[in-house]
Structure formats: structure tokens, C-alpha cells
């Protein structure tokens, strides 16, 4: 995925593996699997960005952490008003899923896509990436 984002981001822009997210409405800091910011946006020598400058935010469910991400992470980025949450889950109940959030409103989010490893997701502007889930790992 991190490949991905690479070939379709602004120049200015990165994608970051543990870049700590300033959530305002939970306390602490939410750790993503990847984030994408513009650069500008990362404080000068720190290991955090303020949710409000995040353009995506993707977590990749782990048997021990999966219903943090599903529900606790969730709802704290669509509060926070991150434009896009993908969450890769191989651990879901029968078979790993891929879900796709936008569209951030009143702390919650529209589900954009949700379907099975193996099929693809369309990340929209400013990404308009399409991500082929049929390589993902499986547990």
C-alpha cells in the first residue's frame, strides 16, 4: 500500500510508518500503520502530526487490536475529520475484508467500499488510486 501511495501523492506529500496522530477528541495519540501528510505539516523535529493534517490514515488489524481499530480508531479519525480511513482487516470473522471510510460528518463516517481481499478499492481524489487486494498476506 505504502509502495502505492507513493506514485500518486504531491511531491510534497509523504506517507509516514508510526507518525504518531494528534486525535483532539480521545486522549493520547492514535499510532496508524501508514498516514499521509504533507510534509509542511509534520512539526519541525517531532514524531507527530495534528489529525487535521492527515489526508488518509490506514491500520492494518492484528489479532490483539483489531476491535480497537474497528471501532475506538474509527470513530476517532471520522471526530477528527481525516478525509479517508482504510482499514485492512485479515482477521475478520470469515474471511479478510477491506473497508474504505469517507466523507467524515458529526464524527462519523460514510462507508465508501467494503469488500473481500482479492478484490480492488478506489482510493477517490486526491489519490485516485486503485489498490489490487489480491496479494494482501493472509493470517
Known sequence: VQRRLYTVIPDDWDVFQTL????????????PDLVVVPR?????????V????AELVVE?????????????????????????YLLIDPHATGSPTIHLYGEPSDGKYRLLHAGKFG??????????LVLDTFGFPRP
Do not use: C, W
Open 20 to 31: 504518531n496522530v494528534a486525535v483532539p477528541s480521545r486522549t493520547g495519540l492514535y499510532i
Open 40 to 48: 509542511e505539516e509534520v512539526p519541525e523535529g517531532e514524531n507527530y
Open 50 to 53: 495534528p489529525a487535521a493534517a
Open 60 to 84: 492494518v488489524t492484528s489479532k490483539s487490536n483489531a476491535v480497537n481499530d474497528r471501532v475506538s480508531k474509527l470513530k476517532g479519525y471520522a471526530a477528527a475529520g481525516i478525509p479517508f
Open 119 to 128: 478484490e480492488a478499492v478506489h482510493l477517490p481524489e486526491p489519490f485516485d
